[in-house]
């Protein structure tokens, strides 16, 4: 799976490459960010499964090809733990709860919109992707899940330097709930994480 995930984002980073032939005004950054992944419980099959919030971080490598548009490659981690236990509609039932500790890997390729105003520059963006989820090693009846990814968000770059910025920006990601266990029965249902960043870019 790291192996796969590896690929996945060097490819990525060669699409970026290939695409940073850029004519007069265009841009180009690296950026580093800290975020919270807030995601929401799901329930389908007669499976309830609740995530963890966590803390991750993302690298993007983003161009700017004209004064509006632009695009960009990211990576990003957080630990993605999920809890499973039997949904049984309000029933007495035994409750067995299996939680899964796990790794959370995201890579994706994003288009944006933008506009430049003095040292700011507010933008919008749209993209997919694929999220990997590892178990931990050492734990009985889980398996590795990859899902594909909506990604969507807004967010302001403020140029304190010439080359230097902070970066704020809220990341929406939408996906099927990943599989971690051979205990229950996936939800097969759509859930959202919410992901609130700050950090910093470098410009070429």
Not at 17 to 30: F, H
Not at 69 to 83: C, F, P
Not at 178 to 183: A, G, M, Q, Y
């Amino acid at each position: 799976m790291r192996t796969t995930c590896h690929r996945a984002f060097l490819f990525l980073i060669g699409l970026f490459a290939l695409g940073s032939t850029a004519p007069a005004r265009a841009q180009t950054d690296v950026a580093l960010s800290l975020y919270g992944a807030f995601s929401g419980r799901t329930n389908g099959n007669g499976t309830i499964e609740s995530p963890a919030n966590s803390a991750g971080g993302i690298i993007e490598l983003r161009h700017i090809s004209n004064p509006l548009m632009g695009y960009e490659a990211t990576y990003s981690y957080n630990r993605g733990n999920e809890s499973y236990r039997p949904d049984c509609g309000g029933a007495q039932c035994p409750v067995t709860v299996q939680t899964v500790k796990a790794a959370a890997h995201e890579v994706t390729a994003d288009y944006l919109i933008s506009v430049h105003a003095a040292n700011l520059r507010p933008f919008v963006l749209g993209g997919v992707g694929i999220l990997f989820n590892q178990p931990d090693s050492n734990q009985a009846d889980t398996s590795s899940s990859t899902k594909g990814v909506f990604v969507y968000g807004a967010g302001l770059d403020w140029g304190a330097l010439p080359h230097l910025g902070f970066r704020f920006q809220y990341r929406g990601n939408l996906y099927k709930a990943p599989d971690l266990t051979k205990l229950y029965t996936s939800t097969n249902r759509f859930t959202h994480t919410a992901q609130p960043m700050i950090g910093a870019y470098f410009r070429f």
